[in-house]
């Protein structure tokens, strides 16, 4: 009895086993997953066209303001030129900005820069022109030479590099006292050859303009090859000749010798005759008894 409940028992369980392995189903679900590709959408650039002149006037004024320094102070004061270009508070060119009045050191448009300084030059202002900027300086268009100092509460200092110190004028709120320049990621600057093209900033994506074709002020006459021209019809046929009565002619008689009549035409124009008299008489019938 004992086999056989144990042998019952096995059974059952493998029966119970069977039968929870059959009602359990494992589904694979396969979850679609969208990969929604994402684009970059890049903010339309403020463009700056510039000239070899104007790229002359800023190696000029990093190399005299920066003291004929290094790299790094060349980038802080060509970083301030750009502040104040994409500021719109100064001129609109780079040139229009370093060769303003009292501004920056005297004699930086017409002083010798030394050859041997030429090629770091070079490279700073590359990178000035391909929207590097130095990271310290961020917003200041404002430096003086390091170790100064001056009574103003509104002087935000916020670098110092090639003999320099840079800062911005802010109030009490923090804010800026002057108009922001443009990051450099919203600055593109384009080269031009020629000295007398606009220096102006333009939206560097423009939107295509379609030339509109304008219509002659003159209207053009085309002639018609054999034109047909088509009347109304007559309402009534025209006689081509109206006969005119003609009077017969007056005949007399005048006596003659011998018994003989001559009959002769006196006139062939009808003479008209006095109106009738009627003295009041009344008339019957149709017509007017004629009063000889």
Do not use: W
Not at 200 to 219: D, G, H, K, M, W
Not at 277 to 285: A, K
């Amino acid at each position: 009895m004992r086999a056989q409940g144990k042998l019952g028992t096995c059974l059952s369980g493998l029966l119970f086993v069977g039968l929870a392995a059959t009602g359990c189903t494992t589904e694979t679900k396969t979850s679609s997953a969208t990969h929604s590709s994402t684009k970059s959408i890049q903010p339309a650039k403020v463009t700056y066209n510039y000239t070899a002149k104007d790229r002359d006037c800023l190696k000029r004024v990093m190399y005299f303001e920066s003291e004929h320094s290094d790299h790094d102070g060349y980038m802080a004061v060509g970083t301030v030129v750009m502040n104040r270009l994409t500021s719109g508070a100064y001129a609109n060119s780079i040139c229009g900005v370093v060769a303003q009045e009292r501004q920056f050191a005297p004699g930086v448009m017409t002083r010798l820069v030394r050859p041997e300084a030429e090629p770091e030059l070079d490279t700073a202002a590359t990178a000035i022109l391909h929207g590097e900027r130095h990271a310290g300086v961020k917003d200041a268009m404002f430096f003086h030479t390091n170790g100064l100092k001056f009574p103003y509460d509104n002087m935000h200092y916020v670098a110092i590099a090639g003999g320099n110190a840079f800062y911005e004028k802010r109030g009490r709120d923090g804010e800026l006292q002057t108009p922001a320049p443009l990051p450099a990621y919203e600055v593109a600057m384009n080269y031009v050859s020629t000295q007398g093209m606009s220096t102006t900033q333009s939206p560097f994506i423009l939107p295509e303009t379609r030339q509109v074709q304008q219509a002659p002020s003159v209207a053009t006459f085309t002639p018609v090859s054999n034109p047909t021209f088509t009347l109304p019809a007559a309402t009534a046929a025209i006689p081509a000749e109206v006969p005119i009565p003609t009077p017969a002619p007056a005949l007399i008689s005048v006596p003659v010798p011998h018994g003989t009549a001559v009959v002769e035409p006196i006139s062939t124009i009808a003479v008209p005759q006095p109106r009738p008299d009627f003295e009041g008489e009344g008339y019957s019938g149709n017509s007017l008894r004629i009063r000889g």
